[in-house]
């Protein structure tokens, strides 16, 4: 990966014309020397990341001379349409295991791997909170609407490993797990459909990433994070595909992703970026932590 770094910006410097600085990051302001092609890049992106890459590909679209198209779709989705042929010049991912068998296949080049933040789940509440749930054991309550990704989706993954952990615990035990499980009334093929359900009030609760309550989301619903003892992590993830004709811009997009600026798009949308601390970090294991609207 340091490799990588360094031929990427080796890379840049040359299609800059300059010397980059030893920052950690680049600042978006060179982003328009970095690339000379007049094309279009492609860039397939987990449904959740819909509004916080929309504005970073404004930036990238607004400093250089390749404008961004977006497909955003769940990863499931997004892996099949790459298998059977659709072009794209970059893959971004809400964790980086999930890219493993693309790599595997030949379809992404392992060393252009590239994390640029991280996400955790949390539970998603309708502002009015009609089942009253204020801490995650209400959840088990009978009769409690709940709904969930598919587990083939990256968040509906990370939600049964939090199930798996608070089942793992005598204080909650396997019973919980499957009294949550009880309760699930939907399966969701992409996380935007998740908070759309709990926002709408066709659901009580859902499990969803902490970014997923984007501030196009706020005043709509609301969040009970996760305890830290229970909680998963992912590594948000970035990649250029093999396939792609424009490697050079799609390596100077992913190192957008690592820019000032689009690190605090990124904090903004509620990605945990690079250099940024836990949102649940300060929180104490159990189930007491407060809503946060």
Sequence with gaps: MIERKTSMILVATILAGTIL????????????SQTAL?????VFCGAGFTGAMSEIGEIYGNSSNAQVRFNFDGLPALRVQIEEGAYADILISPDQSYM??????GFID?????????????VVLPVNNPANITTIRDLATPGTKIVMGIEELPIGDYALQVLDLMAKDPEY?????EAVLANVVSLETRVTGIVSKVALGEADAGLAFMS??????????????????YNVRGNCSAAVLSQSDNS???EAFIDLLLSNDAQSILDEYG???????EENAALPAGDRAAAIN
């Excluded at 005043?219 to 830290?228: A, E, L």
Aim: aromatic fraction near 4%.
């Design 100 to 105: 493993d068998p693309l790599v595997e296949e």
């Design 38 to 42: 007049d094309e279009e890049l492609i």
């Design 173 to 177: 035990g396997p019973a919980f797990k």
């Design 248 to 250: 050079e811009a799609a």
């Design 21 to 32: 600085s030893g920052t950690t990051a680049m600042e978006t302001s060179d982003l328009g």
């Design 271 to 277: 990605f945990i970026p690079l250099s940024g601390s």
């Design 110 to 122: 392992e060393e252009s791997v590239q994390v640029f933040a991280s996400n955790k789940v949390a």
């Design 212 to 229: 997923d309550v984007s501030p196009q989301m706020k005043g709509k619903v609301r969040k009970i994070p996760i305890p830290v003892g």
